[in-house]
């Protein structure tokens, strides 16, 4: 089993390609920014961290839209944090861009749904919060509800989006999307391979799932 | 729902070993990093940071393979500081598994650094270290408790009020303050609440309270008082006198919110 790690040239890669070692000794983890290697890949991962417009500037400079959008129609693939955030429609950081609108809704900063409150939340969200699994899905197997994951981000999708694919919830002021998924694509806000034990039983079920 | 605050091992390295020291000075060896930093990811740590002590003063590179064999025994994040000094030590030290990178004294030579790096890397991984040490300032007559900053591992002074200089750190995009009280640092006698306290209400980010832990209730303290989101703690983790664990169980029973 091939399993390509994207490459954005942003951010921790390596974590990612570690955790993926460490759950799935025998699988050939690719981190690679190369379309036909993506293409052909059993499984894809799509990290990403920073600012979202900066992630979307490396997909059409490396020439990867089309693959990514291939790819989530056909084979299992995770989106971790920012890499979960293009999944939506429309994001909100960078003056706003367009996201690739698997699912519905917007992203936006935690200031917009935060109310005036003390003490008040620091922005980025930076630290381990706890997920209510609102729904069953293969890759909760094994994870008890209501487990901690690491989370670091400013930007958030509210629960209201796109409801029916919302997987996973947290709150930090309010509810927001932790998890969604629909067919073979499946998302986290947080940062599993991070997430210490529970982190990696998620991508160890990432890499037995068939979508 | 508060996060869980986080309990953090510091893994101060020198020369390849972690060492622990009494006032950044008279240092003590506490093993390998990769066995120590290994020991504390399966006792449950939140984040395991690493400092590479010696960097900045020996104009070293940090020890970028340490740093590599550390990150594939650590399944949560790893902040590493010590010797940066330009955007691509950051890149490499990315690159070697680090997920957040600890700056000091390059801070304070080219505060323009941190905006860089936060708008290059994101502010998430850009974590402003600040040693400082209470001082009696001059210049002013008031009895107001305030803070001097330190660079060069606590070895140079600047004149820098603490928390102007977080406020400050902060506007530039810093992501999180490691906040060390150098009065407190080995001496087992607790964080500098107040210290703590005023940089944490003076700045949104979050800050981590380190130096001077000698027993639990100070890492209670630290949050419960210091208003700190994090507690970094190295001597009694390091010496075996309590397990990251025990650490958790005991900011629990005091109500504090923690990952168990």
């Given amino acids: 089993m091939q399993i390509a790690v994207i490459d954005f040239g942003i951010g921790n890669l390596r974590s990612v390609e570690q955790a993926l070692h460490a759950v799935a000794a025998d699988a050939d983890i690719v981190v690679t920014h190369d379309a036909r290697v993506i293409a052909a890949a059993d499984k894809v991962v799509m990290p990403g961290q920073g600012a979202v417009g900066t992630w979307f500037k490396a997909l059409d400079e490396r020439a990867l839209t089309a693959v990514v959008k291939q790819s989530l129609n056909e084979k299992p693939l995770l989106g971790i944090c920012v890499g979960m955030q293009a999944l939506f429609e429309f994001c909100e950081e960078d003056g706003g861009i367009d996201g690739l609108g698997v699912f519905q809704g917007s992203v936006k900063h935690f200031s917009n749904f935060h109310v005036q409150q003390e003490p008040c939340l620091k922005i980025p969200q930076m630290g381990w919060n ?82 | 729902m508060p996060l869980a605050k986080r309990i953090i091992p510091c893994l101060d390295v020198d020369n390849g070993r972690v060492v622990k020291g009494v006032n950044f000075v008279g240092i003590r060896d506490a093993g390998d990093p990769v066995e120590v930093a290994k020991r504390y990811n399966q006792q449950g740590a939140d984040e ?38 330009e955007l691509n030590d950051i890149s490499k030290l990315l690159n070697a598994g680090a997920d957040k990178i600890s700056v000091n004294s390059t801070a304070v030579f080219k505060p323009e650094f941190i905006k860089q790096a936060s708008s290059h890397f994101g502010s998430q991984c850009i974590v402003v270290a600040i040693d400082a040490k209470q001082t009696q300032w001059q210049s002013r007559g008031d009895a107001q408790d305030r803070w001097e900053i330190f660079t060069h591992g606590g070895r140079k002074a600047t004149g820098i009020d603490a928390i102007e200089w977080a406020i400050k750190m902060a506007d530039f995009g810093a992501g999180e303050i490691l906040l060390t009280s150098m009065d407190g640092d080995g001496t087992k006698a607790g964080y500098d ?68």
Avoid at chain 2, 243 to 252: G, Y
């Fill in chain 2, 48 to 85: 395991i940071t690493f400092l590479d002590i010696t960097a900045t003063s020996d104009k070293r590179d940090t020890l970028l393979h340490v740093v590599e064999e550390v990150a594939k025994e650590v399944f949560i994040p790893l902040t590493v500081g010590g010797g940066v000094r």
């Fill in chain 1, 130 to 211: 706890q997920v209510t699994q609102s729904q069953d899905h293969p890759l909760w197997q094994g994870i008890s509800d209501q487990s901690h994951f690491y989370f670091v981000h400013s930007f958030c999708a509210n629960t209201q989006a796109d409801q029916p694919a919302v997987v996973g919830t947290a709150d930090y002021g309010h509810k927001f999307i932790a998890a969604v998924g629909r067919d073979n694509v499946f998302a986290v806000q947080f940062h599993p391979e991070k997430s210490h034990d529970d982190g990696l039983t998620l991508l160890k079920n990432f890499t037995q799932w068939n979508g």
């Fill in chain 2, 193 to 260: 609440l107040k210290l703590t306290k005023s940089v944490s209400d003076a700045t949104l980010i979050p800050v981590i309270a380190s130096g001077g832990v000698g027993n639990l209730e100070h890492l209670v303290d630290g949050v419960k008082l210091g208003g700190a989101d994090a507690v970094l703690a190295a001597s009694i983790f390091h010496f075996g006198e309590f397990t990251v664990q025990q650490a958790k169980q005991a900011m629990r029973d005091a109500g504090v919110e923690v990952r168990l």
